[in-house]
Every structure is written in structure tokens, then in C-alpha cells.
């Protein structure tokens, strides 16, 4: 039996591939990706302020979604500047420790994100299909510690991983398929054995993602049927119109995470993967201003009345 000899190297950095079938487009798509990157983060960045500057939003489900906006932010930020980099000036190159940190803050913020829409999901069942013990329950204290709880375990999950992978030798090529450092890319290039890597972060991905899902819809499950026996249809419809737009934003995020983390082989399947990175990445953070609360009633009287008071002090 042949056996395989590798000759490891002290590899300092790497290439993020990124698109080369569009890189000739690079400007192009620098424009597009710097335009919703912006309306992301001034979308998300106006929902935390509005919720911090009008008392009346400062209850749990704002405090929540507040949240969620922040970590859209970060989230956002820890990938497309280095994508419009690439685009722009054509700067692959990525030292080992940026990979890593690249990794460390995406899946920690990711993961976080995951627990904090369960942490929501669950919020909006008690308020719905609980509303006379929900003050009582969902109180300013729980909920600081609920998001506390869910950036705990995304840091505690993340940090065993990347712990791992760090421990990694590499050799051969230094080219990463991806737009960004990710595990599956990063540990395909490995000389090391990275089968307990792989197992490991296939196994915390189906649980984080899985657990975190099956709680999300067994609320909207409850949260369905209690809108059901609302006696007027105005309410009813209301309801589910507020309930779909959160389903479909849910749906994009699950949908990509799942097919890029809940594979137990990730040979040969890299590739497709930047397409849902993208998704993920891109398109549910500029949709999320819009879907969670920018169609709100109460938020959106929220931001008129605090435009309003600036332009009253110019």
C-alpha cells in the first residue's frame, strides 16, 4: 500500500479565491456590495438607536431585536469589507491569524444569532399565546441574561473549534475557495488528520442549528394556532402577515446555514457554498431592517417622532 508523504510547510498566509468566473466585474459588484452593505448597517444601526432613544420601545421584544440588529452589524462586517477589498483591488491575500479571527468572530457571531432568534421566538409565543404572566416572566433583568446566555455559548462553541484548527499543520496549496476564511475551506487544505475537526464541527453545527430551529417553530407552531382562534379576521390576518414576514427571513438564514454546516462530507461541494455564504452574509442582513421592524407600526411612529424632535434642534 502507497503511502502519501507531505511535506509541511510554515504557511504565514493565504488567497481568498472569492469570484474568479466575475473578477473581471470586480468594480461592478464592488458598487453592488458596498450599496447593500451600507443599507445594512445604516438600516440595523437605526433600529438600535431608535429602540435606545424612544422609552416606549424599550420592552423585550425591541431589546431582542436591537440585539439582533447589533450582531447583524458585526456580523456583516467581519466578511464584506475584505469581499469589496478583493473586488476593488484585487488584495487576496489573508495572514493565518486574520483566518482565524475571520473565523472566530463569523461562526461566534453566527452562532449567538442562532440561540438569540430561538431566545425571540420564544419571547413572541409567551407575549401571544401567554400575554397575562409575560410581564411578569420576560422581565429587562431576563432578558439582558438571556443575550448574555446566547454570546456565551456562541463564544464557548466557536472557541473549541477554532482551537483545534489552529493546532492544524498545512502544506501544498494556500488558495481558500471561498470569499472568506470558513472551516470546511480551511481545513480542506490541511496535511493534518482532520477527521475528529470535521466530525466535531458537523455535530455542533446539527446541534446549534437543529435545536435552535426546532424551537423557532414549535413557538410559531403555537403562536399559529392561538392566532387561529382570534375571533376577528382583520386581527388574524394581521397576524399571520407579521408572522410570514418573519418566516421568510427565518427560512433564509436556516436554509443556507443547513446546506453550507449540516454536510457530513464537504469534498467537493465548496463551490456551491459561497452562493448561500452569500445569502447569508449579504442578503438576510438587508432584508432583516425592513422585515423585523421598519414594517412595524409602533417602531415606525418611533422613528417619525425622533426625526421630527432633530429636526426641531436644527
Partial sequence: ??????????????????????QH????????????????????????????????LQIPMYLFLSGFSFLECCFTTSVIPKLLTIFLSGMQTISFAACLTQIFVFISLG???????????????????????YPSIMTMKVCFLLILFCCSMGILITTSVVVKVSQLSFCGSNIIKHFLCDLGPLTQLSCSDTSFI???????ALFIILSSLTVT?????????????????KERQKAFSTCSSHLIVLSLIYGS???IYIKPNQANKLDTNREAALMNTVVTPVLNPFIYTLRNKQFKLALRDVIYKVKLFR
Avoid: Q
Wanted: charged share 15%; hydrophobic share 60%; glycine share 4%.
Fill in 257 to 259: 446555514c443547513i446546506f
Fill in 111 to 133: 452562532v449567538t444569532g442562532f440561540f438569540l432568534i430561538a431566545v425571540m421566538s420564544m419571547d413572541r409565543y409567551l407575549a401571544i399565546c401567554n400575554p397575562l404572566h
Fill in 25 to 56: 466585474l470586480g468594480k461592478l459588484f464592488f458598487v453592488v456590495f458596498l450599496l447593500l452593505y451600507l443599507v445594512s448597517i445604516i438600516g440595523n444601526t437605526i433600529i438600535v438607536m431608535i429602540m435606545w432613544l424612544d422609552h416606549r
Fill in 217 to 233: 417553530m414549535i413557538c410559531y407552531i403555537n403562536i399559529t394556532i392561538t392566532i387561529l382562534r382570534l375571533p376577528s379576521a
Fill in 1 to 22: 500500500m502507497e503511502r502519501k508523504i507531505y511535506r509541511i510547510t510554515n504557511i504565514k498566509e493565504f488567497i481568498l479565491e472569492g469570484f474568479p468566473a466575475v
Fill in 198 to 204: 470535521e466530525s466535531l464541527a458537523f455535530f455542533l
